[in-house]
């Protein structure tokens, strides 16, 4: 019995029920190049896994040519699998606020259309709240109106292999992008210190 107690011990502090993936909630947020908003994401405390995808639009399991034509009403967007008992949804909007420029109504940064444009994409009511509260603060931050949509859920659509993990995948091409795109020196003239920026940019 003794053995028992013990094993079943060790076997519960393997697991651990505060980090079953079972416990693990979904975020979708759209932030402009879903490449750029994977990184912004990846290395946070408490985030399991990102994807790039799709998420807003009509069309069912769409291409990433279709959605760059502009007209599924898609937006690129990135999934984010968290673990709640680690960093909480008003934490990831923390993450998220700080890694765009939520003034652009026109997309972010070198990417302008329709399907750049941002938007949080909340899952209860809950959500809803914390999302609204946050972008309240931002706005009273930044002294200027927010842009960015806040949208009841919709399907999330994975991206083409390709897409996923772009930057750690393709760095010196992803590095080309971003520095092209000025992402990093716009954000640090919008947030300062604030700014979710990638190191070495």
Not at 55 to 81: C, I, L
Not at 125 to 138: A, G, I, P, Q, Y
């Amino acid at each position: 019995m003794k053995k028992l107690a013990i094993a079943l011990l060790a076997l519960c502090l393997w697991v651990g029920p505060a980090h079953s993936a079972d416990n693990y909630k979904t975020a979708v947020f759209a932030g402009g190049c879903f490449w750029s908003m994977e990184s912004a994401f990846d290395d946070v405390k408490g985030v399991v896994a990102t994807k790039a995808g799709f998420s807003g639009g009509t069309v069912k399991d769409p291409s990433y040519e279709q959605v760059s034509m502009g007209n599924t009403g898609h937006r690129e967007a990135v999934q984010v699998t968290y673990d709640p008992s680690v960093i909480s949804y008003a934490g990831l909007l923390d993450v998220y606020w700080h890694s765009i420029d939520p003034t652009d109504d026109r997309g972010q940064f070198c990417d302008k259309g329709s399907e750049y444009r941002s938007a949080v994409f909340y899952g209860s009511d809950e959500e809803k709240k914390l999302v609204e509260s946050s972008k309240e603060k931002v706005a009273k931050e930044l002294g200027k109106p927010v842009a960015t949509d806040v949208i009841s859920a919709m399907p999330f659509y994975p991206a083409e292999d390709y897409h996923q993990q772009y930057h750690k995948k393709n760095p010196v091409a992803y590095g080309m992008y971003r520095r092209g795109c000025g992402r990093d020196n716009s954000l640090r003239d919008i947030w300062g210190d604030k700014a979710n920026t990638m190191a070495g940019f």
